[in-house]
């Protein structure tokens, strides 16, 4: 077995993975960017309301949807002239709602 097919603590995770997964949690680890992500989570937006909605400049939300979009969090939709980013899948959804509900549990939660 090699370097890269050695699985990590746990099985479903090989080694090679881990850095690219490091990635994305740093990716969303930017507040910006996790407000953008939450803001394309469910229908797709445009810019300006991204900006709007965030109070954040135009400019600014879209640097940060290129490099959403490099890392394959977001993807682009155009309807004529106007382009539309919208959360990448439903993997993206979904870890960021069970992120949400972990955070929101009561702390001092512990295993018996």
């Known amino acids: 077995m090699t370097n890269k097919t050695k699985t990590s603590t746990n099985s479903l995770i090989s080694e090679e993975l881990v850095p690219q997964l490091a990635d994305?949690?740093?990716m969303m680890g930017d507040t910006s960017r996790l407000r953008i992500i939450l803001s394309c989570l469910h229908e797709p937006i445009s810019?300006?309301?991204i900006a709007d909605q965030l109070e954040l400049s135009q400019s600014l939300v879209s640097?940060?949807?290129r490099l959403l979009?490099?890392?394959?969090?977001?993807?682009?939709?155009?309807?004529g002239k106007q382009v539309f980013?919208?959360?990448?899948?439903?993997?993206?959804?979904?870890v960021i709602e069970d992120m949400a509900a972990h955070v929101s549990e009561p702390h001092g939660v512990e295993d018996e």
Do not use: P, T
């Not at 490099?70 to 155009?78: D, G, N, P, T």
């Not at 919208?86 to 979904?94: E, P």
């Open 63 to 65: 640097h940060h949807l």
């Open 85 to 94: 980013y919208v959360a990448a899948d439903q993997h993206v959804q979904c």
């Open 24 to 26: 994305l949690f740093s």
């Open 47 to 49: 810019v300006s309301h």
């Open 69 to 79: 979009k490099a890392a394959r969090m977001v993807r682009a939709e155009r309807r």
